[in-house]
């Protein structure tokens, strides 16, 4: 087994907890957005008002591709270590925005306008931290553990769900009554993340650069980041696009938008869904770095097999049998089963992709096509779910998710084993 040196692992480690933090001020929209959508909403209709936040969750998603293409050149020219302490300042002025931000009782238009622009920067943010965080954890990890090391993108991403909830949970249930979460309480979780932030920018300012970005110094500045050079990779570039499609619509479906749809369609209480959801995604986290050390033994495509055949296959029995379950723990494994598949994605995608990128175009390679297809299929997510329920026929957005995960699967089946062809282990020499 190969050795991790101390310096690598704790750039490794540091990497992951700035990364955990950018991404718990993202989750926290959606995971508070219950309780805060009739603060900046005039309708009185719940399903009305969650469909507005869950639109402006989804524009918030629009700038993601905007994200990926600036961090991406960011950190292909400058460095990977400034890309990423930039990104995260970025994120805390918008966590800080929507905690400050009056109710539409108070400022009437002015209070969706801010939500809306505090979510376009951290939409921005955001769209340039996978990019950069995937391309960071890979070229940092060594050879044969590198779909290990680069599993903790997930890992952390995931957590920053888990700590949504947990502060969520510490809410409802300790600290404070609904009525008291309604009216000012949702503000907290959100002056926590910019908080957090602190300690993401401390942790990130003091960094190791990459070993593979500071030896390409020969590589002319004009190739670095360059959007002209990436199109010369357009196999690449597509296989970006078709594993992600899939994988992201069933990511958020199974996490970020499962908490509404136990309350909004199984009809399940907030603390119930919102139980169901922590204990199901503390297991789908452990599960990130199990896949990632499997496909470092057995290689990238039979997971992304298996993630594409169950996906789907199962994705609509499993959602039809969640919306029709009133049980708390049978609602669990359901999600577990679920999340157990979707691992077959989450898992490696990052080191993935960072294999079919030369290093002078890595992380806007991973960034620009990853944050494109996440905005269209991700981040529509909850919007056609919801749409789709308030007309009457909520299992078509089932069987919408089965077909893209269908398209995914093609894709695996036309594509090399990244393992065996990386162009990580090519610049390091072998």
Known sequence: MEKVSPRRLKAILSGSVGNLVEWYDWYVFSSFSLYFSG???PSGDPTAQ???TAGIFALGFLMRP??????GRIADKVGRKQSMTLSVLL??????LIALTPTYQTVGLVAPVMLLTARLLQGLSVGGEYGVSATYLSEMATRN????YSSFLYFTLIGAQLLALGIQLILQKVLLTEAQLLSWGWRIPFVIGAALSVVALYLRSNLDETPVFQTQQHTPDEQRGSVQVLLKHPRAVLTVVGLTMGGTLAFYTFTTYMLKFLVNTAHMSKESATNICFLSLLVFAGLQPVFGALSDRIGRRPLLLFFGLFGAVGTVPLLTALSHTTTPWV?????VVALTIVSGYSGINAVV????FPVEIRALGIGLPHALTVALFGGTAEYLALWWKGTGHESYFYWY???CIGLSLLVFLSMEETKQTSRLNLEEGG
């Open 39 to 41: 603060s900046f909403f």
């Open 66 to 71: 905007i994200g990926g293409w600036m961090f």
């Open 91 to 96: 994120m805390s002025l918008g966590s800080l």
């Open 50 to 52: 969650l469909l507005q």
């Open 353 to 356: 992709k960072a294999e079919l």
């Open 401 to 403: 998710i089965a077909g």
């Open 331 to 335: 609602a669990f494994v359901l999600l």
């Open 145 to 148: 553990r590198r779909g290990f």
